[in-house]
């Protein structure tokens, strides 16, 4: 059974930082393109990183140059690090997991993150 699980997120004042897990089970990690994705109030989900199976990263505009995806194979885990919070990052987040090859595409439960002062 694939269970993905984050947690890391919370309140935190505009500026400051929040780094987001996401451990895995049941999946082979390292086959899978992962992603942070987030939901706020009366929004659609977006894309906010990706990270490849060979390490590359892409991200959204708006968050370039503040956050930073990252995965640990040998943990089976992936890193959303978030710096220089503003309030309109405020929203769930939730890790995915897919392998466009077979088909499969899993996601965490999502975790939330809250900028407010």
């Known amino acids: 059974q694939v269970q993905l699980v984050e947690s890391g997120g919370g309140l935190v004042q505009p500026g400051g930082s929040l780094r987001l897990s996401c451990v895995a089970s049941?999946?082979?990690?390292?086959?899978?393109?992962w992603s942070w994705y987030r939901q706020a109030p009366g929004k659609q989900r977006e894309l906010v990183a990706r990270?490849?199976?060979?390490?590359?990263?892409q991200y959204a505009d708006s968050v370039k140059g503040r956050f930073t995806i990252s995965r640990d194979n040998a943990e089976n885990t992936v890193y959303l690090q978030m710096n220089s919070l503003k309030p309109e990052d405020t929203a769930v987040y939730y890790c995915?997991?897919?392998?466009?090859?077979?088909?499969?595409?899993?996601w965490g439960q999502g975790t939330q993150v809250t900028v407010s002062s």
């Open positions: 995915n997991a897919n392998r466009a090859a077979l088909g499969s595409d899993y």
């Open positions: 049941g999946i082979s990690f390292r086959l899978y393109v």
């Open positions: 990270i490849s199976v060979a390490g590359s990263s």
